[in-house]
């Protein structure tokens, strides 16, 4: 029985890796499974953190292809359950934490990817995010004492990942923001002395505040185009670089065909995930930032796919905001924003209801006002959420 036991055990070892300590769960890839397909089978899509830590854990470049029959270590860490309980277990006190972990363990049960429940056997899962990473900006919904209800999502930097519930107005939806360009693409430039504005930082800086004020309220938003370094900034002139990254940690393409491919399939993935849990309210917003003359001033205006009646809708709801915040905070200037119908790509390929927004030309100094100043980002942001949820 000892040398059964032995033998035993040597076999579930196989099944772990060891990295700084920590282990890991081990599994072989089957017919036609990518990296994605591969984690979003266990349950380890939602964040990019576990992407990023499979890659390091099988020492893998980005671009990888997985080989049939071949085993892989997932980010799932190995504990010995002691047969107390999961916080004991795993050396935290976090109550949440320890249901999300026992749910993970048990629907691993239910989907066949374990024989046995950790109870049974005393080998308890824990996704690799659960310990180290945030929860990005998947909202969390369920009741909590007044005094917890600050969150913390580091993608929006350090003054302002600590995020209030402050409603449940837009909970069970999810939201699509996706910033033009990034990477070796700056999009548009424009210029103010000798400070260069470009389009892919004032576009994300509006996107990344717009994704917070919809977590604020319950919902959940993917920043498609992301910049791990760049939170929510509130300085005039915004600092150029070129580590923006797709969601799930891709690097930007350098053509620009396959930088919108990257965008429409990370998202398509995305829709489709979520639409197998059950989430029918799904919608997209691309942001740019125009260029044109100098000379030409231009309002927010907005661009719906030709045959979507719901994407004209919504833009013409955005529309209708601004029209009303002009009123309001402009009353002698007017509004002159437009709506029309264009057969762009992230208006066609999305799976689900799309709109586009140009936030102004980056070339005019007036113009220039609506994003120079974070104060006005964070206005664009405001009305743009306003219209876009209705």
Known sequence: MRF???????????DLGANNGERFYQTTAQNGDGVYSLL????????????????????????????????????????????????STIG?????LAIRIQEYNKEMVKAGYRKKDYIDDSVLWVPYHEMYCSQETK???????????????????????K??????????????????????????????????????????????????EIVKRAGTAYLITRDPNDGIRDKKFLGVDQDEVIWGNYKVSTSQKARLFQRSDVVNELIDKNNAA?????????????????G???????????????????ANNIKKTFAKKYKKYQKNRGYRGTVTARDLHMLREPKCTSVYVELGNISNKLD?????????????????????IK
């Open 278 to 294: 059950g989430i029918q309210d799904q919608r997209l917003i691309a942001i740019h930032v125009d260029s044109r003359s100098k």
């Open 163 to 212: 995020v209030p519930l402050i409603n449940k107005s837009l909970e069970g939806r999810v939201y699509y923001i996706v910033s033009g360009h990034g990477g070796n693409d700056p999009g548009a430039v424009g210029k103010v002395g000798k400070h260069k504005l470009c389009e892919d930082e004032y576009a994300y800086d509006v996107s990344i505040r717009l994704a917070r």
């Open 4 to 14: 059964y036991f032995l033998l035993a055990l040597s076999f579930f070892l196989n």
């Open 296 to 314: 030409v001033q231009t309002d927010v205006f907005f661009y719906h796919y030709p045959e979507s009646d719901s994407g004209k809708r919504i």
């Open 139 to 161: 909202s969390e919904t369920e009741e909590k004492p007044e005094s917890i209800k600050l969150r913390s999502f580091p993608i929006f930097g350090k003054k302002h990942e």
């Open 92 to 96: 935290v006190d976090d109550w949440d």
């Open 368 to 388: 220039q006002q609506r994003f120079l100043l974070a104060s006005n980002r964070q206005l664009l942001a405001e009305w743009l959420m306003e219209g876009f």
């Open 40 to 87: 979003r089978r266990y349950q380890l899509l939602d964040s990019p953190c576990n992407l990023e830590r499979f890659y390091e854990i099988n020492k893998l470049s980005r671009n990888a292809n997985l080989a049939k029959g071949k085993a892989y270590f997932l980010p799932i860490l190995i504990y010995e359950y002691n047969r107390r309980s999961i916080r």
